[in-house]
């Protein structure tokens, strides 16, 4: 299993302004993911980081709004740009089995970043 | 067609009772299937993987219908301390794994 730790865990933050949201895990990973979960809706993920090379990033994302940093193999950085109310959301973090023995592709998520924007 | 659906519930089920959850996907190319649980406000962990044959953990058993397109689970002798929220998910054989909104349990004693 991996231990995956975010900061901050709460913000709040005013329209317009930026948030960066680290994710750390405690041992190294190919790749990290970012995912945004809005009150009742499913995980939908941002993009993907591959640490040395630009993130991965999915319809409806983008890169000047959700730049992200991948400097090494444990950490990974979003961040939230230009805030709106639309983006007042949960952001999570997650690996997949960093000891690469499971068959199963199974992910373990970081314990979120809840953001709300006024 | 949504690329994953689940039956938000909630599900009011009384201490002991048995509970199913179905999710269906839409891609027919899907090759792995999971069932995550998310507790409030916290983050989702993997409850179990579903295999072809279908699986058993304790009181939860998962199945998947290739045919019809769905994943399925049930939890016997239902608990207290299962209530939470049930989010299905699936891999295409990429990166990217797909999860369900989730179904929403409450277990009453």
């Known amino acids: 299993s991996a231990v995956i730790s975010q900061k901050p865990s709460r913000d709040i933050c005013q329209r317009g302004t930026s948030l960066t949201i680290q994710c750390q895990v405690d041992s190294q990973v190919t790749m990290m993911f970012w995912y945004r979960q809005q009150p009742g809706q499913s995980l939908t993920l941002i993009a993907t980081?591959?640490?040395?090379?630009?993130?991965?990033?999915e319809s409806g994302f983008v890169i000047d709004k959700f730049p992200i940093s991948r400097p090494n193999l444990t950490f990974s950085t979003l961040t939230v740009s230009n805030m709106s109310p639309e983006d007042s959301s949960i952001y999570l973090c997650?690996?997949?089995?960093?000891?690469?023995?499971?068959?199963?592709?199974?992910?373990?998520f970081g314990p979120g970043t809840r953001l709300t924007v006024l | 067609r949504k690329e994953v659906e689940q039956d938000p519930g909630p599900f009011n089920v009384p201490e002991g009772a048995t509970v199913a959850f179905n999710c269906t996907y839409s891609n027919s190319a899907s090759q792995s299937f999971f069932w995550y649980r998310q507790d409030c406000r916290k983050e989702p962990k993997l409850l179990m993987s579903v295999y072809s044959s279908g699986n058993e953990d304790g009181r939860f058993t998962a199945q998947l219908n290739r045919a019809s397109q769905y994943i399925s689970l049930l939890i016997r002798d239902s608990k207290l301390s299962d209530s939470a929220t049930y989010l299905c998910?699936?891999?295409?054989?990429?990166?990217?794994?797909?999860f369900g909104a989730g179904t929403r349990l409450f277990v009453k004693a």
């Open positions: 997650s690996v997949e089995d960093p000891t690469g023995t499971s068959s199963t592709d199974t992910q373990y």
């Open positions: 998910a699936f891999r295409e054989g990429g990166f990217k794994t797909i």
């Open positions: 980081a591959n640490q040395g090379s630009e993130a991965t990033y």
